[in-house]
Nanobody, 124 residues
Framework: HVQLVESGGGSVQSGGSLTLSCVAS????????MGWFRQAPGKEREGVAA???????GYRDALKGRFTVFKDNANNILYLEMIDLKPEDTAMYYC???????????????????WGQGTQVTVS
């Protein structure tokens, strides 16, 4: 049974930082593409950052330089480090995993098969 559990969200002031974690269980995700997505109230869910099964990383253009995605393969944990947070970063953040082996990163939501329940990030 594949499970993704996010943590690390919270309330921070503008300019602050947070690091989100996503613990994956039920499968070895070291060779799979994993990503972070977010959904703000009244808006569609959007891609944030992803790390491919080949280790490549990619980001939503507007977030480059402030967000960093990385993975601890030994412990099946995906991270998202966020700095210089802005009120527009306020959203529910979701971790997702694709069942595709290997391959480059992607933020195409339809290519992700497993999703966590989300962790809330609020920036004021």
């Amino acid at each position: 049974h594949v499970q993704l559990v996010e943590s690390g969200g919270g309330s921070v002031q503008s300019g602050g930082s947070l690091t989100l974690s996503c613990v994956a269980s039920g499968y070895s995700f070291s060779s799979l593409c994993m990503g972070w997505f977010r959904q703000a109230p009244g808006k569609e869910r959007e891609g944030v950052a992803a790390i491919g099964g080949d280790g490549s990383t990619g980001y939503r253009d507007a977030l480059k330089g402030r967000f960093t995605v990385f993975k601890d393969n030994a412990n099946n944990i995906l991270y998202l480090e966020m700095i210089d947070l802005k009120p527009e970063d306020t959203a529910m953040y979701y971790c997702a995993a694709s069942s595709r082996e290997g391959g480059s990163w992607t933020l195409v939501q339809g290519l992700y098969d497993y999703w966590g329940q989300g962790t809330q990030v609020t920036v004021s």
